[in-house]
């Protein structure tokens, strides 16, 4: 395993202190492992959080900040953060308005981000609602999940419900708002190689050197089935195509991203991205934004996914609304 | 080899073509690989370019827009482009006032950028000056340059640079500037793996699985040295170190890059940038702003970078210039 790291125990601890010193604009409780929006809790504003495993990175602690997360909370890699960590943040981000927990759909993360949803609600008095994000088409379920996993829709969506909050939304319309963005979502990925958990210390799974694997998740987890590596162009099909087909898609914008899994280099995002391009221009759809590069990544797994969201003219407009977090910034 | 990719001939052109599709506020030139600036040439304005070989996104096609590049040069994987391309970038960007060539220090593209500014000055008189970019403390000479290689301090001299010129700074002013940003920044990198040129097909180089290479350059050229795998607090101490033994730094802010070769996770990244900043607070340097990600890559070599610049406030001040390409971005 190489990987530039001082102990793999400490690989999360020593990442979060650096995203302490590089981001002065935040506040990092390194105890509880939560990066913090600076200035929280901001009266009168819905709390926005989220969380998971670490090893997605910018996901979720690069989308803090001004228009997008209060909070973030970090898990081990590839593990839930606990109850007791979400309370924590919950907690720190509530001035009276209530606080939206963005879930990813897996086992852990659901369970943990309830759990803390009712100690928020019983010692607290916190009111708490939540979103599950489940836009993974690949699967119904997997090792980690009951029903589809949460994947690269959880980008799109805190940003636009990130933007909402920062209007001023109440807790209720920003839930329902979330809901719908990920009503309209769907994503799928594939990968070209495993990626390494450092504690590990070796791949999670094997690729032979002609194969890749369609359907992966974000944690190495199998796709939906493994078939020989194939031209860009054979693979944006492989991956748009089960999207169209599970998205009802008769018009309106949307907003597209093609995301890296941390292992493939930008020149090669922006081949899949030339691909995908076309296929949704055959298909009638309008591309009317779109984000291409390394936004909610696999450790350095090699690889991609293509997101898709039916968005409508507010969601644009939120999602052009000025966002500054160290992994979506502009306008701010 | 396996990567995402169409045709290994058409590796460059279908990256373009994606860039085109994926950002149509740029213009580009695919029968001359350039990425222009939309809205180009400006009139009064000093036109700003850069290039050199692909694979190294988002430097320098990710580095055009408003306040950074006019526009951006590609050649093939590794390879300079041509004095031809060169010339009809400088062409698409003169106003009148005059064009920058931002050149890093490999031998190839400081002959085709002399000859497309000779061709320039010949052929349609446009006045040209280029700052050669020799940032690398690795090695004095390598296999592709005489003297110190060009990398990481290519992508903070184009931003201040760029900033400058859209402030309307003439070209004897851009061109000073940009002298002086070079002479107070200093660049050291390497790799835990190597990368694979498509064309090749195979790894430029091989590092047993317990060694790193120091000093590694932008392509897979040899470092300083083979080394045991360290600690990223030992990796840290060996890039600062022989910059700062080369950098004359008493005192004032610095801009402090740690970059991502390509296939280095977001997480590894931010503990080498802990660190570094541990290193730099030791040595009485202060951080006034930092970059932490992928900004000048390998493909998907696996290494980091660390570059650090001796700003003045002037510096600083174009730093934080709304700035907004697809690779940076902020306050526009």
Not at 36 to 56: A, D, E, L, N
Not at 106 to 131: C, H, I, K, P, S
């Amino acid at each position: 395993m190489k990987k530039l790291i001082n102990d793999v125990e400490k690989v999360v601890l020593d990442s979060l202190t650096g995203v302490q010193a590089a981001h002065p604009e935040l506040r990092v409780d390194l105890e509880n492992r939560i990066v913090f929006r600076g200035g929280t809790p901001r009266q009168g504003k819905v709390g926005v959080i989220s969380g998971g495993g670490s090893g997605h990175e910018p996901l979720h602690g690069g989308y803090v900040g001004t228009g997008m997360l209060d909070a973030a909370i970090a898990g081990e890699v590839f593990t839930s953060p606990t109850p007791d960590q979400i309370l924590e943040a919950t907690r720190g981000v509530d001035a009276g308005a209530g606080v939206l927990h963005i879930v990813k759909n897996y086992t852990g993360d659901v369970m943990n981000f309830e759990m803390a949803a009712e100690l928020a609600a019983v010692e607290t008095g916190v009111r708490v609602e939540a979103v599950i994000v489940d836009d993974d088409v690949a699967v119904q379920d997997s090792l980690y999940t009951a029903g589809r996993r949460g994947v690269g829709l959880t980008v799109l969506l805190e940003k636009i419900v990130g933007a909402a909050a920062e209007e001023g939304l109440d807790l209720d319309a920003v839930t329902a708002l979330a809901k719908e963005v990920n009503a309209r979502g769907r994503s799928m990925g594939m990968a070209l190689t495993s990626c390494t958990v450092p504690a590990a210390g070796q791949p999670t799974f094997e690729l032979g050197e002609d194969e890749m694997e369609l359907g992966i998740g974000i944690h190495g987890e199998p796709g939906r089935k493994r078939v020989p590596l194939a031209s860009a162009a054979a693979v944006a099909k492989d991956l748009v195509e089960p999207i169209l087909a599970d998205l009802d898609f008769t018009s309106g914008p949307a907003i597209v991203m093609v995301n890296g899994m941390g292992g493939t280099p930008q020149l090669e995002l922006y081949i899949l991205y030339s691909e995908v391009a076309k296929l949704l221009k055959d298909a009638g759809v309008t591309v009317a934004r779109n984000l291409v590069g390394n936004y909610i990544t696999s450790l350095e797994m090699a690889g991609a996914s293509v997101t898709i969201l039916r968005a409508d003219e507010e969601m644009l407009r939120l999602w052009d609304a000025p966002v500054n977090t160290p992994g979506l910034r502009w306008g701010a």
